[in-house]
């Protein structure tokens, strides 16, 4: 709408006395802590810079030149020329170290967080489309923007102490508007800024004329300042603010004003021990800040003018790297706390503390063990060793996302079980291991998982344990697993009739040979005694050693496997005796059998015995002499002692 | 597999994949391995509640603005898988993968192969399923695993041995992440989110407990970009919960905004104060928290988010890229979508 106007008086408008008296006026007319006039930048095209301003937020100090009074209205201008020179001498190089500010001018400590946010505003460019002025810009129409402060650095990179920004496309450049508190959205508002604009400044001129002229001239002056002369009779930075060395530190940064900034940052910290405490403070510690200043991009020629003469070229490549394009000013509103009331530093970080011992002491409480110090050690290992990491979240202008605001549309309410897809990933999902599963076909390569892991390896296991039962059984001919199971019961139940016959057997034998257990086996008694349940053999031959006396068709003695491949078979049949036997030769063997043998009473009829391989092989015809009773265990279990002596 | 920008004026800047089934796990790699112009590339899980699952990998092409799929390295894996990760030095082309149990992939450049199966199952020959694992990134030797059986298990990767186990809670252990190399937390459906310190395993911490007893607390991120911070989820619940290690017992902050429950949430990877959330209301909201300083100022009603992103369906998962942190990942039905930041 504003296009629209006359070009002429667009121009007249904008002349530089002009512009900043609407400025003026139109912000004191609506109460608004500060308006900034953008304009098309002249040295770059597509760029807006800051073109003129007009504070009329807090004040903390004034400083006057002279002691006169002034009117309202020229006191804020005054102060926003004073705000404008601290700029200047704030982005001046290094040249004014020897220079020294007049007593009137202002220092940074002389702001408050409000003007530090107007200053800082004055190194803002905005390229078309960008941040709030650029879009308005572009877009021709006024943005009202609510709770700046919450806005996402999308939108408003600047600082958050404005809570209402307006910014107005307006006579070629863009109008902008802050406050200090929410004001709602009204367009009836953007209209009386505008018309009220177009006004001709009159009444505000005619005050201007009573005033002394000197200030008229001040005003050229200001409006114009050639930094260039400035600096060597303008302002310098006060000794005491800084901590470091200024030209060290100017080499090193990249900006004289993030110096500036660092410096109060370093002196708050400084003053404040309580920093140490915190071990991450929260607020920006000069590294951070620094940092900051460094990452935009450096743009040699982004400072630009005032809209008025072109300040040298020169002078700015570090200005550019000002350019806050897209990080938040978290870090430098942090900055801002500490450079001012550093009272308030303290309170803030007592009450860190103090919320942090009382939760220390909460936290005590809840231990499982109690023990707060093993905590304490490793929450305090966590964060030493935690890098502090720039708080910025970059948020491109072609970002998905849009802007939360409340009553934003919702979405249609979710109705059904919440979590679904969570809850079943996260529940026990056996049952799609057991069952419900369909694909058994497929198999992933190398891996020897089938369709069911679990079913396999169990498989393999009972195979496994099907072998070993098998080799356990004497007779089995069948390898299929309902014949191994039908063999071992029958074997089982074998081996129980022998465990009752033996038992009885032995019973009986008892009440004869119990006298003769204690003596020694190896004596040559009549009746050889080897009812001793010695076992010679490991125990797993037990069920061969039980063989029923009786039972001689069943003598066979089944390959038995001793450690050393002993074999040795017993048939007994009426008085004759036959002694099979195979082991391992060593000498004195044969005569050791024979002699044991007819210490069992039985005398050898006839041998038969081969070594091959040094395995003796032998047969033993033997006839049991009339007056002994001995059963084919027995006799085997002697011969077995005595091939296992001295294996 | 179609890629498809969309058109509509409200998602100029979502990039949608269109998989042939529902997507689940997915996870970022650091990098790419070849090109020199790192695109973000994923690593998608599918969700079929049966043995035979898959396993994709696509990547973004920022400048084309498309998605590319990238058949060679997909792979078929057993059970839906609860996560995927991959390792997190860029050059190492492994991805790992629970399950059942746990598993390492490598992704070489003639396809993906099996490198290890990590399972503790010792004689019962049945191993607990795993609810959620974490990769160390300061250790990459060391994986936490978390699991149903109430143990964190902590493998040695390169051995491919058990490093430890732990029994972590009374209940189902449902997430876990690591905040240092030997420190890691977990949360548990016994509604308690526990530090463990492995160089102290006989102590454990309680930070936190679900404020109504035996409320399962279902997620965990510790924020990897500020260590003092961690966010959990409840079940059933729209509240994402952020915790200061510093302060136990009480949360910095309770983001109540979703309109219906929360099922992912992730940090920002270089942000120290910022979160992304996403639900069942089909809403992802990033939120920044407000700096130590300025939380006393925080109204009652809690804090708002700063951005929003409205999907069409209940997201499922969310995952914010490391490598590129401009953009993160959403998967909801059967669609992955990429969001610029």
New interface residues.
């Given amino acids: 709408m504003c296009r629209a106007m006359d070009a002429g008086a667009i121009h007249e408008a904008l002349s530089p006395k002009h512009l900043r008296k609407q400025l003026a006026a139109t912000v004191r007319k609506i109460q608004w802590s500060y308006a900034i006039f953008w304009s098309p930048s002249t040295i770059q095209p597509g760029v807006l810079v800051w073109s003129d301003g007009y504070y009329n937020g807090d004040i903390k100090t004034r400083k006057m030149t002279q002691p006169m009074e002034l009117k309202a209205d020229q006191m804020g201008l005054q102060r926003s020329k004073q705000l404008r020179e601290l700029y200047g001498s704030l982005s001046a190089g290094d040249n004014n170290q020897q220079t020294r500010r007049p007593s009137a001018s202002l220092s940074p400590e002389d702001l408050t967080d409000t003007e530090w946010y107007y200053l800082v505003c004055m190194t803002f460019t905005f390229t078309l489309g960008q941040g709030l002025p650029g879009k308005a810009f572009t877009s021709n129409q006024h943005i009202w923007l609510n709770n700046a402060q919450f806005a996402d650095s999308k939108i408003f990179s600047r600082s958050l102490l404005a809570k209402t920004l307006v910014c107005i496309p307006f006579a070629g450049g863009v109008l902008e508007l802050g406050t200090t508190e929410q004001v709602l959205e009204d367009s009836a508002l953007i209209k009386q800024i505008t018309s009220f604009f177009w006004e001709m400044p009159k009444p505000v001129g005619s005050e201007k004329s009573v005033s002394s002229p000197q200030m008229d001239e001040n005003d050229e002056y200001i409006l114009c300042p050639n930094l260039d002369n400035d600096m060597d009779s303008s302002m310098a930075l006060e000794e005491h603010d800084l901590r470091s060395d200024r030209q060290a530190a100017s080499e090193n940064d990249p900006t004289h004003l993030a110096f500036g900034l660092r410096s109060y940052a370093a002196a708050a910290e400084h003053a404040q021990p309580i920093q140490d405490k915190v071990e991450e403070p929260e607020t920006v510690s000069p590294d951070d800040s620094s940092k900051v200043y460094c990452l935009t991009r450096p743009r040699e020629d982004s400072f630009g003018t005032d809209g008025l003469n072109g300040i040298s070229r020169t002078r700015n490549p570090r200005l550019g790297a000002l350019n806050w394009n897209e990080y938040l000013p978290m870090p430098f509103v942090g900055a801002q706390r500490v450079v001012t009331s550093a009272k308030k530093e303290i309170i803030s970080n007592q009450m860190l503390d103090g919320i942090e011992e009382g939760n220390y002491g909460t936290h005590n409480s809840l231990e499982l063990d109690g023990d707060g110090s093993h905590y304490a050690k490793t929450i305090a290992v966590i964060l030493r060793n935690s890098k502090p990491v720039s708080c910025f979240l970059t948020i491109s202008c072609e970002s998905s996302f849009v802007v939360w605001r409340r009553g934003l549309s919702t979405p249609k309410p979710f109705t059904g079980t919440p979590q679904t897809l969570l809850k079943k990933i996260l529940s026990d999902r056996r049952r799609w291991l057991h069952g419900g599963h369909v694909e058994k076909a497929w198999r992933p390569d190398g891996e020897t998982g089938g369709s069911d892991l679990l079913s396999e390896r169990r498989r393999e296991k009972l195979n496994e344990k099907f072998v070993v039962l098998r080799s356990l059984i004497p007779s089995i001919s069948k390898v299929d697993k309902p014949s191994i199971l039908d063999d071992t019961t029958q074997y089982l139940k074998q081996l129980e009739r022998r465990v009752q016959e033996l038992e009885s057997c032995r019973e009986t034998a008892d009440v004869s040979g119990r006298d003769r257990r204690k003596q020694h086996p190896d004596v040559a008694e009549r009746t050889s005694d080897n009812y001793i349940h010695k076992e010679i053999t490991d125990g797993r031959k037990a069920s061969a050693n039980k063989r029923k006396a009786r039972d001689m068709d069943e003598a066979e003695a089944e390959a038995e496997h001793e450690h050393h491949c002993v074999e040795v078979s017993v048939t007994m049949k009426e008085k004759e005796v036959l002694v099979k036997m195979h082991c391992p030769w060593r000498e004195y063997l044969l005569l050791e059998i024979v002699e044991s043998m007819s210490n069992l009473h039985l005398d050898p009829l006839s041998v038969q015995s081969s070594t091959v391989d040094g395995m003796l092989a032998m047969t033993v015809k033997s006839k049991l002499r009339s007056t002994t009773v001995a059963s084919p265990g027995m006799i085997k279990r002697s011969l077995q002692r005595v091939i296992g002596k001295c294996l | 597999m179609e890629s498809s920008t969309q058109e509509s004026p409200?998602?100029?800047?979502?990039f949608t994949f269109d998989s042939p089934h529902?997507v689940?796990a997915m996870a970022f790699s650091p990098s790419t391995s070849s090109s020199a112009a790192s695109s973000p590339r994923l690593a998608l899980g599918s969700?079929i509640?049966?043995?035979?699952n898959r396993v994709d990998v696509v990547s973004f092409d920022e400048d084309a603005l498309s998605f590319r799929a990238e058949p060679a390295l997909s792979f078929?894996?057993?059970?839906?898988s609860?996560k995927l990760m991959f390792h997190p030095h860029p050059h190492s082309p492994l991805l790992a993968s629970a399950?059942?149990c746990l598993r390492l992939w490598f992704l070489g450049p003639d396809g993906a192969?099996?490198r290890s199966?990590l399972d503790n199952s010792k004689s019962s020959?049945?191993c607990a399923?795993l609810?959620s694992f974490d990769w160390n990134d300061a250790e990459p030797r060391r994986i936490g695993t978390s699991s149903?059986d109430t143990t964190c298990t902590i493998w040695d990767v390169e051995r491919g041995a058990v490093e430890t186990q732990l029994i972590a809670h009374d209940k189902?252990v449902?997430d876990i992440a690591w905040?240092?190399p030997a420190?890691f937390a977990s949360v548990s459906a016994d509604g308690s989110v526990r530090?463990f310190?492995l160089r102290?395993k006989?102590?454990?911490?309680?930070?936190y407990?679900s404020p109504l007893p035996d409320t399962p607390l279902?997620?965990l991120a510790w924020n990897k970009?500020?260590?003092?911070y961690m966010a959990t989820t409840m079940?059933?619940s729209n509240r994402v919960v952020v915790l200061d290690?510093?302060?136990?017992?009480?949360p910095v902050a309770e983001l109540q905004?979703h309109?219906?429950?929360v099922?992912?949430i992730a940090w920002?990877p270089?942000?120290?104060?910022?979160i992304c959330s996403a639900g069942?209301?089909?809403?992802?909201?990033?939120w920044?928290l407000p700096?130590?300083?300025a939380a006393?100022t925080v109204s009652p009603e809690g804090i708002?988010?700063?951005?929003?992103?409205?999907a069409g369906a209940?997201i499922?998962q969310l995952q914010w890229s490391a490598a590129h942190?401009?953009w993160i990942a959403i998967a909801f039905a059967n669609k992955v979508q990429l969001?610029?930041?």
């Fill in positions: 409200l998602n100029s800047n979502a529902p689940y969700f509640e049966e043995y035979g078929d894996h057993p059970y839906p609860t399950s059942d192969k099996i199966v020959g049945y399923p609810t149903i189902e449902y905040g240092e420190v530090i310190d102290d006989e102590h454990s911490t309680i930070i407990e279902l997620r970009a500020n260590l003092r079940m059933d290690i510093r302060a136990p017992a009480t905004r309109c219906a429950s099922n992912a920002a270089k942000a120290a104060r910022h069942d209301d089909g809403q992802a909201l990033i920044e700096a130590a300083a006393g708002d988010p700063m951005l929003v992103y409205t209940e499922n942190p401009d969001l610029r930041v």
